[in-house]
Nanobody, 128 residues
Framework: QVQLVESGGGSVQAGGSLRLSCAAS????????MGWFRQVPGKEREFVSA????????VYADSVKGRFTISRDNAKNTVYLQMDSLEPEDTAVYYC?????????????????????WGQGTQVAVSS
């Protein structure tokens, strides 16, 4: 199983930016599609973005498209989420997760049950 540790969360005013990082250890990072999800109290975990293990394919939720950018550095076993033009509605705990996609370098997954390992989350708070 892969161990994941998110970092980079914090408090920012609307219109600001944050860059989240997710460092992985324990298995071959490049075998995994990586995803970012977010959750607010009382609501289900929501898909934000995902990137294939090759890095060739990315997908975004409509709510963040054009504002967030996902990327990965397989040499550093790290996936990033650059968040620009943040809005109060982006306030949530952000989680990264892995989906074993060996043999499918272009596969991206958008549903939480298909992900195998999760980090502990990092809080993002955006004030108006």
């Amino acid at each position: 199983q892969v161990q994941l540790v998110e970092s980079g969360g914090g408090s920012v005013q609307a219109g600001g930016s944050l860059r989240l990082s997710c460092a992985a250890s324990g298995r071959t990072f490049s075998n995994y599609c990586m995803g970012w999800f977010r959750q607010v109290p009382g609501k289900e975990r929501e898909f934000v973005s995902a990137i294939s293990w090759s890095g060739a394919n990315t997908v975004y939720a409509d709510s963040v498209k054009g504002r967030f950018t996902i990327s990965r550095d397989n040499a550093k076993n790290t996936v990033y989420l650059q968040m620009d033009s943040l809005e109060p509605e982006d306030t949530a705990v952000y989680y990264c997760a892995t989906h074993d996609s060996r043999g499918s370098p272009w596969r991206v997954v958008t549903t939480a049950p298909e992900y195998d390992s999760w980090g502990q989350g990092t809080q993002v708070a955006v004030s108006s």
